[in-house]
């Protein structure tokens, strides 16, 4: 459970679930129950009642989510749910049917209704209690700053857009002040996300919003240059491989943002994209990442890939491994594909069994790691900015900007015991391995 509770009356805790985005909707209706005098309690036994924010991409998270809502329910008894699975049918009702309330993803509105309708507001709201940057559950050194809510694309394995909708963006000067208040309480390194964040701004046809007094177009471009200005890391995750990511590369070959791309490609057989409803060209992908590495040398591209797609021939996947070979990317996440209740790709011919969608996944993660090994080795002797991410008895472990927290690798600095968590400091890179970097303060 997260915790971030004081003692006191009417407590609230929270199991919070799923991907970096359901996160975020938990910081928001945290943020909006603090601000009532609400407090957060660490453990199902002190809480009055227990908020269980659930994800329901694929089965194994459904059953994770119903597990942890099942938990709830036998420790505390007073069960709100949350999240991706109340989206889905009445699943919840029907599995556990003592829940006090459902709602679906990024309903903080319906939350709080729901935690007045089981548990009163208390009477005298702490308002100052908050902190101005809201209620973060990441490390208070690195926040997630959600721009945009939805998607517009309808790739045949999802079923965000059918539970989330189309795509909505936040008006650009509230994403602006966030992150300006994220700034300024701390926070070094922004994690930009979104289901799709280089559609920000579709949605309202890039409309001019205004920030401190000058106009900014409600764009991924324009957004990222003003970010750029906070004078801290600034990450961007989730971008879909469109045309117009081109221009914000020289952003990072001018060290506004971070030389760090995270954009999943999923597979590289025209065959399979379309299928996918993927952009389908990964002859033009190639071309794009190379002029991408010639405008700005450093950058890192991270990416995500399914194998055992419905269709999936040895060819098809023989095309990937040879894509991973000319793309050379940095990151690389890979799953095998598994049937999601409601993906309009389940009704596509030709299943490709489990077992060999699994060997094709260890294949293809096996030649990634060779690839990431060189990549990783060619960094020795490089002097490099290192963000502190933990520090215990043996020493510091940060990550430079080549990696975001929780799904890339890390550096190990051995002895530096006094460093703190948040400090950035450069550090000559000694010894590397497939995944991690080891190095020496410079
Ligand atoms: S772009 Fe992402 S969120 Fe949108 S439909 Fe495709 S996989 Fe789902």
Not at 41 to 56: F, P, Q, R
């Amino acid at each position: 459970m997260s915790n971030s509770g004081i003692a006191g009356q009417q407590k609230i805790g929270v199991v919070s679930l799923g991907c970096p985005k359901a996160l975020v909707d938990s910081e928001q209706f945290l943020t909006q129950l603090r601000a009532e005098g609400y407090e957060i309690s660490g453990s199902y036994n002190d809480a009055d009642l227990v908020i269980v924010n659930t994800c329901g991409f694929i089965d194994s998270a459904v059953q994770e989510s119903l597990d942890a809502i099942g938990e709830a329910l036998s420790e505390n008894g007073k069960v709100i749910v949350t999240g991706c699975l109340g989206a889905k049918g009445d699943i919840v009702q029907q599995t556990h049917p003592k829940v006090l309330a459902v709602t679906g993803p990024h309903a903080t509105d319906e939350v709080v209704k729901a935690v007045h309708d089981y548990l009163p507001k208390p009477h005298d709201p702490f308002i100052d209690l908050i902190p101005p940057q809201g209620i973060k559950l990441t490390p208070k050194h690195y926040a997630y700053l959600k721009i945009s809510e939805g998607c517009n694309h309808r790739c045949t394995f999802c079923i965000i857009p059918s539970m989330r909708g189309d795509l909505v963006s936040r008006p650009v000067h509230d994403v602006l002040k966030e992150a300006e208040s994220l700034a300024r309480a701390g926070v070094k390194e922004l994690l930009v996300i979104s289901q799709d964040t280089s559609a920000y701004g579709v949605d309202v046809k890039y409309k001019t919003g205004f920030y401190n007094g000058r106009p900014v177009k409600t764009r991924m471009t324009e957004l990222a240059e003003e970010l750029g200005k906070l004078g801290i890391w600034v990450r961007l995750h989730y971008v879909y491989p469109y045309p117009s990511v081109d221009e914000v590369i020289p952003l990072m070959a001018e060290g506004k943002i971070l030389p760090y791309l995270d954009v999943p490609f999923q597979h590289a057989s025209p065959r399979i994209l379309k299928a996918m409803k993927r952009p389908g060209d990964s002859e033009k992908v190639l071309q794009r990442v190379q002029k991408w590495r010639a405008i700005c040398p450093d950058l890192a591209i991270r990416s995500t890939f399914i194998t055992g797609f419905p269709g999936e021939t040895e060819e098809d996947f023989q095309m990937l491994l040879d894509f991973l070979d000319e793309a050379q990317l940095d990151r690389v996440g890979c799953f095998t594909y598994s049937p999601v209740e409601g993906a309009t790709a389940n009704a596509l011919p030709d299943h490709v069994p489990a077992e060999l969608a699994e060997e094709r996944k260890a294949r293809f993660m096996e030649k990634q790691a060779e690839i990431s090994a060189r990549r990783l080795a060619a960094k020795v002797g490089k002097t490099l900015e290192v963000l502190i991410d933990e520090v215990d008895e043996e020493g510091a472990i940060g990550r430079t900007y080549a990696d975001a927290p929780e799904i890339d690798g890390l550096v190990y600095l051995n002895g530096e015991t006094a460093l703190q968590v948040g400090d950035k400091i450069q550090a000559t890179i000694v010894e590397s391995d497939e995944y991690d970097l080891w190095a020496e303060r410079s």
